[in-house]
């Protein structure tokens, strides 16, 4: 959907983006405690709202999409679902490898890589 986004309205997306990482990192930074320097400031929300992917979904005419969509993102993106593999819910022991199989959580994340391939694959043509 991003990608879409992008595609469609390459300068709106791309703004939108990037003022929202600066703000996330200035948010951050100070709430860590980071001396920020003056000449760096923290940008304000743009008027582009379509980072919510909801609504990019509804935007592309594919909201019944949405729900599997987030079901799927439990599974490879950092998620309390997803890091169900590397704790025990027990001893509440961290380990750094996936304790419990975690082949369900591969084959999803090779269905993602496969998705950005056909994208970017659209994209060069």
Same mark, same amino acid.
């Given at each position: 959907?991003?990608?879409?986004?992008?595609?469609?309205? !390459?300068?709106?997306?791309?703004?939108?983006?990037?003022?929202?990482?600066? !703000?996330?990192? %200035?948010?951050?930074?100070?709430?860590?405690?980071?001396?920020?320097?003056?000449?760096?400031?923290? =940008?304000? =929300?743009? !008027?582009?709202?379509? /980072? $919510? %992917?909801?609504? /990019? %979904?509804? !935007?592309?005419?594919?909201?019944?999409?949405?729900? =599997?969509?987030?079901?799927?993102?439990?599974?490879?993106? =950092?998620?309390?679902? *997803? +890091?169900? +593999?590397?704790?025990?819910?027990?001893?509440?022991?961290?380990?750094?490898? +996936? $304790?419990?199989?975690?082949?369900?959580?591969?084959?999803?994340?090779?269905?993602?890589?496969?998705? +950005?391939?056909?994208?970017? $694959? *659209?994209?060069?043509?």
């Amino acid at each position: 959907m991003v990608m879409q986004w992008v595609i469609d309205d !390459r300068e709106a997306a791309t703004a939108a983006k990037a003022a929202d990482s600066r !703000r996330k990192l %200035f948010d951050e930074a100070t709430a860590q405690g980071w001396t920020i320097p003056d000449d760096i400031t923290r =940008p304000e =929300p743009t !008027r582009q709202t379509m /980072l $919510d %992917f909801a609504s /990019l %979904f509804a !935007r592309y005419d594919a909201k019944v999409l949405y729900i =599997p969509y987030r079901l799927l993102s439990a599974h490879v993106y =950092p998620s309390a679902k *997803g +890091a169900e +593999a590397y704790v025990d819910r027990e001893t509440l022991e961290l380990h750094n490898h +996936a $304790d419990k199989p975690a082949r369900p959580d591969l084959v999803l994340v090779a269905i993602c890589l496969l998705q +950005a391939a056909q994208a970017i $694959d *659209g994209l060069t043509d």
